[in-house]
């Protein structure tokens, strides 16, 4: 069974920053592009940040300038670093990976911006 971790989430005031790793099995890393997405209960999953295998990346517009996504193809994980959080950015946050047509998901992580 192929499992993506995702790790560091957690509680922050506006304004803070966080950065969320989800780690994969080495076949599938190499072989994939990564994503992150998240969800609010109620609401349908949405994209937050894309990156190839080649590096190039891609963001939600609502994210775009705050959090950025970069992959360590030495450790197969990939991170999101998510600065200057609003209290909208709070959801819980999934790792997913495009495996020649095959999806693969983490369990999440939940991301709480709050005062």
């Known amino acids: 069974q192929v499992q993506l971790v995702e790790s560091g989430g957690g509680l922050v005031q506006p304004g803070g920053s966080l950065r969320l790793s989800c780690a994969a099995p080495?076949?599938?890393?190499?072989?994939?592009?990564m994503d992150w997405y998240r969800q609010v209960p109620g609401k349908q999953r949405e994209l937050v940040a894309a990156?190839?295998?080649?590096?190039?990346?891609d963001y939600a517009d609502s994210v775009e300038g705050r959090f950025a996504i970069s992959r360590d193809n030495a450790k197969t994980t990939v991170y999101l670093q998510m600065n200057n959080l609003i209290p909208e950015d709070t959801a819980v946050y999934y790792c997913?990976?495009?495996?020649?047509?095959?999806?693969?998901w983490g369990k999440g992580t939940l991301v709480t911006v709050s005062s």
């Open positions: 997913h990976a495009n495996y020649f047509g095959l999806n693969y």
């Open positions: 080495r076949n599938i890393f190499s072989f994939s592009a």
């Open positions: 990156i190839t295998r080649s590096g190039s990346t």
